[in-house]
């Protein structure tokens, strides 16, 4: 049984999506929202990311969504350092301090600015540990920075109650198709 779920996977850069209306974000958000709807009736409580641009940012929208909905649902923006949005432009700035805005809890792992990538492992240690499982959008013929996130998470799996969801390029393309066929019936 999954309380706290971590979402995660590609940054937009990652897998050619450069705004929010790209075609493929409804398609993500679409694909998170049929796992969310199934681990809340299962008891889930809090979801939590680490705010990053692309799937995370993404997956808070529609935790927002829900939350009308699922009034008891919470999520979290845990990030690996302070002021990770600061070289970002305006945009994904405003979108971010939204999301955290509207975030139950916020915190940063290590209470500084950006030291260096060790910065990212911690954060990634901290929210596997304080979690019951991984939601992430991930497929292995296309590496990026998802593929850090799983390969802790299994290992960490392995000696541990830990439940890992993949959503690969396939089941993204099985929500799409299906959404087109009922864009046909309508």
């Known amino acids: 049984m ?3 779920l971590v979402i995660t996977g590609y940054k937009p850069h990652e897998i050619g999506v ?3 209306k790209h075609p ?3 398609i993500i958000k679409k694909a998170l929202k049929l796992h969310l709807l199934v681990l809340l009736e299962e008891e889930l409580e809090w979801v939590i990311l680490s705010g ?3 799937v995370e940012t993404w997956a808070a929208e529609l935790v927002i969504e829900l939350k009308e909905m699922y009034p008891k649902l919470k999520y979290a ?3 690996p350092f302070l002021e990770q949005e600061k070289n970002w432009n305006e945009t994904k700035k405003e979108t971010y ?3 955290c805005a509207k975030a139950d809890f916020q915190t940063s792992v290590t209470r500084k600015t950006y030291e260096g990538a060790s910065q990212f492992i911690e954060k990634n240690k901290f929210i596997i540990r304080n979690s019951d499982g991984l939601l992430i959008i991930y497929d292995e013929e296309n590496e990026g920075s998802p593929k850090f996130m799983k390969e802790l998470a299994l ?3 392995e000696r541990n109650n830990y439940q890992i969801i993949t959503i ?3 089941d993204l393309q099985m929500v799409a198709e299906e959404e087109q066929q009922n864009q046909w019936i309508d």
Do not use: E, W
Request: aromatic fraction near 8%; charge should be positive; avoid cysteine.
């Open 52 to 54: 990053q641009l692309g």
């Open 77 to 79: 923006i845990i990030t």
């Open 155 to 157: 290992k960490y799996a």
């Open 2 to 4: 999954i309380k706290r």
């Open 97 to 99: 301090q939204m999301i």
């Open 168 to 170: 690969s390029a396939d």
């Open 18 to 20: 450069f705004d929010n």
């Open 24 to 26: 493929g974000v409804a």
